[in-house]
């Protein structure tokens, strides 16, 4: 790049520029906000690359600002902080965080796509679970139920919180553990086609559809209440989460 003047560099090598001058420096700390936000996508999975295979060349601190989760993911093998409204919200790696939120804030930015949240009463009825929606009630099983100690929550708003690729679609129609809904919207995210269910005014999606299922038809739903998550309403804490 010697022989280039500014206007001939490439916004890639003026990056690499960047950064070259700031390892001569010889810092203890790299601070690096949202370096490659004007990067095409597969200049900025370069970049990225570049950046963890100088961080470890060197072996020094470097902390890097996005407010993209995907940049995070790509981070995978480092320690992610995320931040909400100026407080440290969870500290950990990618996968501890997408496994174990400790709130519905890490829980819907960390995974892609999101995670669907509903919104519930949770009620109790002859030793039987149930969250009531709006106009219809999904039964929770007694083991999800004892796992999270929801006995304390009886009566109380709580978040259900699930993967789009933990809710299916399914033929019968007379389980109480079952939801009923609309679908409003099909998108593809990458390779994987999302749809986007309305079910009593909130919104859930999916990855396990049929591919004739149509926008606008009607579907049931089944959750996996294995990989399922709740929050407290009002602290939006994870229920399994313990201080």
Avoid at 14 to 32: D, N
Avoid at 66 to 80: E, Q, W, Y
Avoid at 99 to 115: H, K, L, S
Avoid at 116 to 122: H, K, R
Wanted: hydrophobic residues 40%; glycine residues 4%; charged residues 30%.
């Amino acid at each position: 790049m010697s022989d280039k003047t500014p206007g001939e560099i490439s916004l890639i090598e003026l990056q690499k520029v960047s950064l070259a001058r700031a390892v001569v420096r010889k810092p203890k700390v790299f601070i690096i906000d949202e370096p490659f936000f004007n990067l095409d996508i597969e200049v900025k999975n370069q970049m990225i690359e570049e950046l963890k295979k100088l961080h470890k060349r060197i072996d020094t601190i470097f902390i890097y600002a996005t407010g993209n989760p995907r940049d995070a993911k790509r981070f995978d093998d480092s320690r992610i902080c995320i931040l909400f409204r100026g407080r440290i919200q969870q500290v950990g790696k990618y996968e501890e965080l997408y496994r174990a939120p400790v709130n519905n804030f890490v829980a819907g930015y960390i995974g892609e796509p999101q995670m669907s949240f509903i919104d519930i009463i949770l009620k109790k009825e002859d030793d039987r679970y149930f969250g009531q929606l709006e106009s219809q009630r999904i039964e929770i099983s007694n083991q999800f139920a004892d796992k999270m100690s929801m006995d304390d929550f009886v009566g109380k708003k709580l978040i259900l919180g699930f993967r789009p690729d933990h809710v299916h679609t399914v033929k019968r129609q007379d389980d109480q553990s079952l939801l009923k809904g609309w679908v409003i919207a099909k998108e593809m995210h990458d390779d994987d086609a999302v749809w986007t269910i309305n079910v009593d005014n909130q919104h859930i999606m999916s990855t396990h559809f049929d591919n004739t299922i149509k926008v606008n038809e009607e579907v049931t739903l089944k959750i996996d209440f294995d990989v399922a998550y709740v929050f407290d309403k009002l602290s939006e804490k994870a229920l399994s989460y313990k201080e």
